[in-house]
């Protein structure tokens, strides 16, 4: 079971079931082309309550990347159905490895990408698939779609190259809206996150890069902050269910990449950062 499988997630768009399971390796493979006679009712787990309409005629090639099989069966479900939204859903994938071989692969023009994700999260799928962002040709450009509405991660991935950021909460409508928007080369956020987007970049007096912390994975940042607040490492793996060894090696990895000595010392570099 992989660490991001405990994850509070929302479901799919307008209701689609969440899963707790992650998707096996061999789910990261191109999906099935869309058939002509693909139905035009809503989608299975509630729809968005509403057709998309037939998208003017336009196409897109899309790949979804989530660790949770349910969610992605949810968004294909809602928006996959390319003859009446013109969303072709080409790929899927649940981990950063899967995720950056399936978009070399089939060079979508989107990608949808999940914050959160086994390998690293969604930043470092940014940071492996940066010559595709810059492929004057045929750049791939990437749309997050996540649960998490916080600061840090949407300014996270919007400086890893990302065009925009939605939460799950988004309906299927608004959702392939946003997909032609960023296929476009517009920048796409939901209500209230575009402001923590210019409260980092455009204000004049906001705070550096802070390269330390972008070396470590959103899983070890999450464990960081867990410590910062004194929480044990049997608390930390109940917390974010999984084990405390996993726990013990995140901790590790956070100390060496720091290069700090202990959890006292680790505290006191997150409580300057504030990020406790």
Sequence with gaps: MSEAQGDNRQAGPAGSAESAEAAPAAEATAAAEATEGAQTGAAAGGGSGGDSGDAGGRRVRVVL??????FRTGVQAEIGQTERTGVEVVGEAADVDQAVTVITATRPEVVLLDVHLPGGGGVEVLRRCAPLMAD??????FLALSVSDAAEDVIGVIRGGARGYVTKTITGTDLVDSVFRVQDGDAVFSPRLAGFVLDAFASTDAPPVDEDLDRLTQREREVLRLIARGYAYKEIAKQLFISVK???????????KLQLSNRHELTRWATARRLV
């Design 65 to 70: 990347v989530d660790d949770h099989r349910m």
């Design 136 to 141: 004057p040709e045929q750049p791939v450009r």
């Design 246 to 256: 996993t726990v013990e090696s995140h901790v590790s990895a956070v100390l060496r």
